[in-house]
């Protein structure tokens, strides 16, 4: 593999999908997770959410292979947790390239991977999906924030994008990085991307950007064809 520093001025990559889609990438395949990766997958009974799983972590790849010109195939993402220290689970990143952050969110038939200079982090969810109690959600995030969003005409969309963007804070580790939010209708999904700023991309849509896009910027969407509609029940988040 070729490793070494980030090249100057490199671009952050995001993309998001359908897991179907990023499953039926010709670039893609299960046969690209290292072992421990299939290891924790071995764990997962339901097979929707082994392969949503599958298709984050095959999305983090396609970016950083957009990053750093490698083919999949040489990308080796490793994880590690910042409370504990150990590795295999937690925030992931490139062993061979530290000055490049990763991210990848996963939820109900979808994924979404971002890797890019400095810390960065991404977080999807269904469109449907509704995050709450409110009781919970005010122990969780900022009470201003929360009462905000519940004081909107229809508190449900305005809460999930609250959860989005500050998981996707979250996962980049820090509050002071560019953040952008927007609706994918074509996959029916909201998500969040903080810490990539001047993100691009490989295959950018623009169908469907919705009233919470920050302006000017890019909607990254990896196209494959029409993403079918989520069938799940609606489920409170789960913090991926």
């Not at 122990?139 to 905000?148: G, I, K, N, Y």
Request: hydrophobic share 40%; charged share 25%; net charge positive.
């Amino acid at each position: 593999m070729n490793t070494g520093p980030v090249r100057v001025g490199a671009a952050p990559v995001a993309l998001v999908a359908t897991t179907a889609e990023v499953l039926a990438h010709p670039e893609l395949d299960e046969g690209l997770l290292a072992p421990w990766e299939r290891r924790r997958l071995a764990g997962i009974r339901v097979p929707a959410r082994r392969d949503d799983v599958v298709a984050a972590r095959l999305l983090l790849r396609l970016c950083a292979s957009r990053v750093t010109g490698l083919p999949p195939r040489a990308v080796e993402p490793a994880q590690r947790c910042p409370g504990c220290g150990r590795d295999g689970h937690g925030r992931p990143y490139l062993p061979d390239r530290p000055g490049l952050g990763a991210s990848f969110s996963h939820a109900d038939g979808l994924a979404a991977a971002v890797v890019g200079p400095g810390p960065v982090g991404i977080d999807v969810e269904p469109l449907t999906r509704r995050p709450g109690p409110v009781p919970v959600l005010r122990r969780l995030l900022p009470h201003d924030e929360v009462d905000a969003a519940c004081a909107e005409p229809d508190p449900g969309p305005a809460l999930l994008r609250l959860w989005v963007r500050r998981e996707a804070l979250f996962k980049a580790g820090r509050d002071d990085v560019p953040l952008t939010v927007w609706t994918d209708r074509r996959r029916e999904a909201v998500v969040a991307l903080a810490g990539a700023d001047g993100v691009t991309g490989a295959g950018w849509d623009d169908r469907g950007a919705g009233a919470d896009r920050a302006p000017g910027a890019l909607v990254p969407a990896l196209s494959l064809g029409p993403a079918p509609s989520p069938s799940r029940s609606p489920a409170p988040p789960s913090g991926r």
